[in-house]
């Protein structure tokens, strides 16, 4: 298991989350597991953000952002193991939202490669798949998902 680091504690003035009101429980939505991957995909997050907006090399940025896709994807795929499983009824829905989230991401990604170092970084995609992660998605179909869960007896 990795190494999960602490939240930070919500900074209104972080152009990232601004008009947010994130706090470290925000993106938990009652299952252990899930709310740990959830944690890492926010620590991911964050970190990307500080790359971008610190100037970190390109090749950091996009490090960081394949660690963003990478812990996604693996995220995903595990609800999407237990919703099959367990024969949830807004699997379809779930699994589409999941994928525009990750095209979302990987539109980023290849965004990035067709920049040169001269130009300046656009925090809205960054910006974006937060907001859609976050609010959307955490928010709606994780906590309905949870909903679920608990009821088969799964916390």
């Known amino acids: ?42 620590d991911k997050l964050y970190h990307l ?11 950091d940025v996009l490090q960081s952002l394949r660690k963003l896709l990478m812990a996604s994807k693996q995220h995903f795929d595990h609800e999407e193991d237990y919703m099959k499983n367990l024969n949830y009824g807004d699997l379809q829905k779930h699994t589409e939202d999941h994928q525009t989230l990750l ?21 809205d995609e960054v910006r974006s798949f937060f907001i859609a992660w976050h609010t959307d998605h955490i928010l709606e179909h994780d906590r309905m998902l949870a909903n679920f869960l608990t009821q088969k007896g799964i916390r």
């Open 49 to 59: 953000y500080d790359g971008v907006v610190g100037g970190r090399s390109e090749r």
């Open 1 to 42: 298991m990795q190494n999960i680091q602490p939240l930070r504690d919500f900074d209104p003035f972080n152009p990232l989350i601004e008009g947010l009101d994130l706090s470290k429980t925000d993106v938990e939505i009652g299952i252990l597991i899930f709310d740990i991957e959830h944690r890492d995909m926010l």
């Open 103 to 123: 095209s979302s991401l990987e539109h980023f990604v290849v965004a990035l490669f067709s920049k040169n170092g001269s130009n300046p970084r656009d925090l």
